[in-house]
């Protein structure tokens, strides 16, 4: 069962659900798509499909996988992304996490409609992941993937506490101001049995509740 939550809603004892936390994850996609931005801007940088380019910035790790440079580059009246944050057993051995994840970016070859992948460390030690892609229907075919949803249905739970994903559109594009407007935010609470699921849609178009200006 799939819960509901209104625009405010928090859902009790689930803190990870505040719509709060839109101030800090915006933040987290503004930062993502600067790193992108800059990266597809500097002619200094070499950028072959599909390859990291990783660095740390403040010792926490950063990574961009440019994966369609035409496409991400050219005019837009809009991008779709996909946002994902996760609390994470900080106990827990992440190999198995991380050999699931370097599958998946590696799978992306297949999914044509997949532009881009980055992600960057947090102060906390999550870490936060943004996929860029041109129509909804690229997702829910990355979706469909058997890796991806082996990761979700095998991987997450043992490896996360939970889970929040934003789902919305870069208006303008990269080369039109890449501002993220967040449409709908999913929750999963791994810590529940059965697992906790929540979905909370916004105001099309309309940027997230709280997020800076």
Same mark, same amino acid.
């Given at each position: 069962? !799939?819960?509901? @939550?209104?625009?405010?809603?928090?859902?009790?004892?689930?803190?990870?659900?505040?719509? %709060? &936390?839109?101030?800090?994850?915006?933040?987290?996609? /503004?930062?993502?798509? /600067? *790193?992108?931005?800059?990266?597809?801007?500097?002619?200094?940088?070499?950028?072959?499909?599909?390859?990291?380019?990783?660095?740390?910035?403040?010792?926490?790790?950063?990574?961009?996988?440019?994966?369609? %440079?035409?496409?991400?580059?050219?005019? /837009?009246?809009?991008?779709?992304?996909?946002?994902?944050?996760?609390?994470?057993?900080?106990?827990?051995?992440?190999?198995?996490?991380?050999?699931?994840?370097?599958?998946?970016?590696?799978?992306?070859?297949?999914?044509?409609?997949?532009?881009? %992948?980055?992600?960057?460390?947090?102060?906390?030690?999550?870490?936060?992941?943004?996929?860029?892609?041109?129509?909804?229907?690229?997702?829910?075919?990355?979706?469909?993937?058997?890796?991806?949803? *082996?990761?979700?249905?095998? @991987?997450?739970? *043992?490896?996360?506490? #939970?889970?929040?994903?934003? #789902?919305?559109?870069?208006?303008?594009? @990269?080369?039109?101001?890449?501002?993220?407007?967040?449409? !709908?935010?999913? %929750?999963?609470?791994?810590?529940?049995?059965?697992?906790?699921?929540?979905?909370?849609? &916004?105001?099309?178009?309309?940027?997230?509740?709280?997020?800076?200006?």
């Amino acid at each position: 069962m !799939t819960i509901e @939550l209104g625009a405010e809603d928090t859902s009790p004892d689930r803190p990870f659900t505040s719509p %709060y &936390l839109y101030t800090t994850d915006v933040r987290a996609l /503004h930062y993502l798509l /600067h *790193d992108l931005k800059c990266l597809i801007d500097a002619e200094r940088v070499p950028i072959s499909a599909h390859d990291p380019i990783e660095w740390e910035a403040n010792g926490l790790g950063r990574r961009v996988i440019v994966c369609d %440079y035409p496409n991400l580059t050219s005019p /837009h009246e809009e991008l779709c992304f996909v946002g994902f944050f996760g609390e994470r057993h900080q106990d827990r051995p992440t190999e198995a996490l991380e050999s699931a994840n370097a599958e998946i970016v590696l799978e992306f070859r297949n999914y044509p409609g997949i532009l881009s %992948y980055s992600s960057m460390e947090l102060y906390d030690g999550n870490w936060a992941n943004l996929v860029v892609h041109d129509f909804p229907v690229a997702r829910e075919n990355w979706r469909a993937s058997e890796r991806h949803a *082996d990761a979700a249905n095998r @991987l997450s739970p *043992d490896y996360y506490r #939970n889970v929040r994903i934003h #789902n919305g559109i870069i208006r303008g594009g @990269l080369n039109g101001g890449g501002e993220p407007v967040i449409n !709908t935010t999913k %929750y999963w609470d791994y810590q529940s049995v059965p697992t906790w699921q929540a979905v909370r849609n &916004l105001i099309p178009g309309e940027p997230a509740i709280h997020a800076p200006v």
